[in-house]
């Protein structure tokens, strides 16, 4: 096990550089090397790295590549720093350079990061919970060229009347919207967030029935979010219940109900 520092996994956020984390914005202040995919992290999130860390963008490398190239810098003593764009966790493709990093006894560290799915729904300005409508939302990619599992196909987990957010599906909207639309219906609002938080953002509204025509016209085919679910009407003045959070009439152990 060698005593170097540890390789850092950062979840940069969707794109706006101030929504990195205080602790992922100091992780690449310190950073020697920063490993990036250029195709889809940010330039400006860079700009918390030090201008004499090396700067490697993995979008034309292979994982065997990348890892090779992290595990000689950090065997060299260098602070090594891998970023992801939005949260590691969800589809960032960590984990096989983890397993081969844990295999050559190199640590590790991961540092969480803003999802684009917060941020969509941020740029939207919309609760995706809501009372009496849904209280689950589904982080969710259609079937392409890589596959999902047959229980998670978009219409089976549609039928549960939830918020969908679907990731790397855009190019996909027809399929996404054929196989959705029997489950909600034809008129259940979809929003779709084209590259959330960066400066070119752009938000396109409709229904099931009309946003593959809107998405298309806009000439969106990568780099988008798709929001569907009841909870999107809310923006229509549709509210069905309110939080019993604020209730005036709810008791909870740090608020009394009314005495009358």
């Not at 602070?79 to 081969?100: K, Y």
């Not at 740029?123 to 009496?132: F, G, I, N, R, Y």
């Not at 029935?209 to 979010?225: F, H, P, S, T, Y």
Request: aromatic share 4%.
């Amino acid at each position: 096990m060698t005593d170097n520092f540890p390789v850092v996994f950062l979840g940069a956020g969707p794109g706006d550089p101030e929504l990195i984390t205080v602790k992922g914005q100091q992780a690449l202040a310190r950073a020697d090397v920063v490993f990036y995919a250029g195709s889809l992290v940010s330039e400006a999130v860079l700009g918390w790295a030090r201008p004499s860390a090396e700067k490697i963008n993995t979008a034309p490398l292979n994982l065997e590549q990348i890892v090779a190239q992290m595990i000689h810098a950090q065997r060299a003593g260098k602070r090594v720093v891998r970023v992801h764009s939005g949260d590691t966790a969800l589809f960032s493709a960590m984990q096989e350079q983890l397993e081969i990093l844990e295999k050559e006894a190199i640590p590790c560290q991961v540092i969480p990061g803003v999802t684009a799915a917060a941020a969509a729904a941020a740029a939207l300005a919309q609760e995706l919970t809501l009372p009496e409508v849904t209280q689950t939302v589904i982080l969710t990619r259609a079937a392409g060229r890589t596959p999902v599992p047959e229980r998670e196909a978009l219409g089976e987990l549609a039928g549960h009347g939830a918020t969908l957010v679907i990731y790397l599906s855009i190019k996909l909207i027809d399929q996404v919207v054929a196989e959705l639309a029997t489950a909600y219906g034809p008129k259940t609002p979809v929003a779709v967030v084209y590259r959330a938080s960066w400066p070119d953002q752009q938000i396109i509204r409709g229904t099931l029935a009309d946003i593959a025509a809107k998405v298309k016209e806009a000439g969106i085919e990568r780099q988008a979010l798709i929001l569907v679910g009841p909870a999107l009407a809310a923006r229509e003045g549709r509210l069905q219940a309110q939080s019993k959070l604020y209730d005036r009439t709810f008791a909870h152990g740090f608020r009394p109900g009314p005495k009358d």
